[in-house]
Antibody, heavy 119, light 107 residues
Framework: QVQLQESGPELVKPSETLSLTCTVS?????????WSWVRQPPGKGLEWIGE???????NYYPSLKSRVTISMDMSKNQFSLKLTSVTAADTAVYYC????????????WGQGATLTVSS | IVLTQSPGTLSLSPGERATLSCRAS???????LAWYQQKPGQAPRLLMS???RRATGIPDRFSGSGSGTDFTLTISRLEPEDFAVYYC?????????FGQGTKLEIK
């Protein structure tokens, strides 16, 4: 059974950097799937942030691209999200997810990590 | 590519048929269209990929159809557990976008 678990601080100050980690169990991040981050502001819809492949290749949503870095630690079977210069607009539930190979869809999701940006 | 879902809210009773629409701002390949269900406080759950391929464990009362710019998720007979928010999602130009969601509520 594949499981994803987000971890990281729940509160970040404005202008600081958000760092979240997704730990994957039951699947190897060095396999054929891409791995994504998705966020959901309170009461709003889903926003895809970006994805990473084990080769190190990444794709980011254009409006966030200048502030986002997604990386991998294959020794720990984890991938991570860094978002710089956060503002209140970055307050959201952050999900990590597996992009099922050749399906162009996210079939396994973490439970979500709630992040608040506030001083 | 912008995805527009309609209606914003759909009020139906258990046992009824639900039809949810997702319209793309430009034509997309059907292999790139997916649907998700999200209940309050939970992560989204994949229902459908490739427009009409049900994900593992999804009951056959859920079906997907469409092509080009118009796609539909149909729930043939609503069960109480089907009342939730539904999102369509597309992949194109190496990025994913979601529709704004349709809330399916009990009438």
């Amino acid at each position: 059974q594949v499981q994803l678990q987000e971890s990281g601080p729940e509160l970040v100050k404005p202008s600081e950097t958000l760092s979240l980690t997704c730990t994957v169990s039951g699947d190897s991040i060095s396999g054929t799937n891409w791995w994504s981050w998705v966020r959901q502001p309170p009461g709003k819809g889903l926003e895809w942030i970006g994805e990473i492949y084990h080769s190190g290749a990444t794709n980011y949503y254009p409006s966030l691209k200048s502030r986002v870095t997604i990386s991998m630690d294959m020794s720990k079977n984890q991938f991570s999200l860094k978002l710089t210069s956060v503002t209140a607009a970055d307050t959201a539930v952050y999900y990590c997810a597996r992009n099922l190979a050749y399906h162009y869809a996210m079939d396994v999701w973490g439970q979500g990590a709630t992040l608040t940006v506030s001083s | 590519i912008v995805l527009t879902q309609s209606p914003g809210t759909l009020s139906l009773s258990p046992g009824e048929r639900a039809t949810l629409s997702c319209r793309a701002s430009q034509s997309i390949s059907s292999i790139y269209l997916a649907w998700y269900q999200q209940k309050p406080g939970q992560a989204p759950r994949l229902l459908m990929s490739g427009t009409s391929r049900r994900a593992t464990g999804i009951p056959d009362r859920f079906s997907g159809s469409g092509s080009g710019t118009d796609f539909t998720l149909t729930i043939s007979r609503l069960e109480p557990e089907d009342f939730a928010v539904y999102y369509c999602q597309q992949f194109g130009n190496s990025l994913y976008t979601f529709g704004q969601g349709t809330k399916l509520e009990i009438k």
